[in-house]
């Protein structure tokens, strides 16, 4: 028992540090409940207050973070475990390294629906600024909705406040389930 109980010590350690050197400000990992994205959104606004980030920034990465995080509780895909339980147990972090913000989830999804959305992300991806706009428009003005509710906006939306292409993976778990992650990158405006 001892020795299982300094091996999580050490492990403990690693975590920290490791978070520690990567600048992670938050982190979480269970189940995603709509009082769980209350709590981290009003977390993340007192540490930016406490950071005395600059208010054009705080709001961008609230933003960023709200889409995120929603995107999370709403389009989980509901994976059954090793015991048969539902598992709806997803990742997040939010790290800052200089004036980057760095935002991460993780998540199950089923392979069946891992085409969809890489295709969608692609096709988020592929468009330049002016075409983002232009497509979130004919999103909202199509009604064009998805089978969890929402037509893609929250990606569209992520990708037009940050500027930024969205950075994803696909870890294959089993042969019916995939891990999905998302890094996305919030960086300070630059001075024209």
Not at 119 to 147: P, Q, T
Request: aromatic content about 8%; charged content about 30%.
């Amino acid at each position: 028992m001892e020795l299982v109980s300094s091996t999580i010590m050490v492990d403990a350690y690693n975590i920290y540090d490791k978070m520690e050197r990567n600048n992670i400000l938050l982190s979480f990992k269970g189940d995603i409940t709509s009082e769980l994205l209350t709590s981290i959104l009003q977390i993340m606004e007192n540490k930016m207050e406490n950071m005395q980030e600059e208010p054009k920034m705080k709001k961008k990465v609230y933003n960023v973070l709200v889409e995120c995080l929603q995107n999370l509780y709403h389009h989980m895909d509901d994976v059954a475990d090793s015991y048969g339980d539902i598992n709806r147990s997803a990742i997040f972090m939010i790290g800052k390294n200089k004036n980057v913000y760095t935002i991460i989830t993780g998540n199950y999804i089923l392979k069946e629906n891992v085409h969809g959305l890489k295709s969608r992300l692609d096709e988020v991806n592929a468009l330049s600024k002016e075409e983002l706009k232009d497509y979130y428009k004919k999103i909202l003005n199509n009604g064009e909705m998805s089978l969890k509710g929402g037509g893609g906006l929250g990606m569209i939306d992520i990708a037009r406040k940050t500027g930024e292409k969205l950075e994803y993976n696909f870890l294959e778990i089993d042969n019916k389930v995939s891990f999905f992650t998302l890094n996305i990158k919030v960086k300070q405006q630059e001075a024209n």
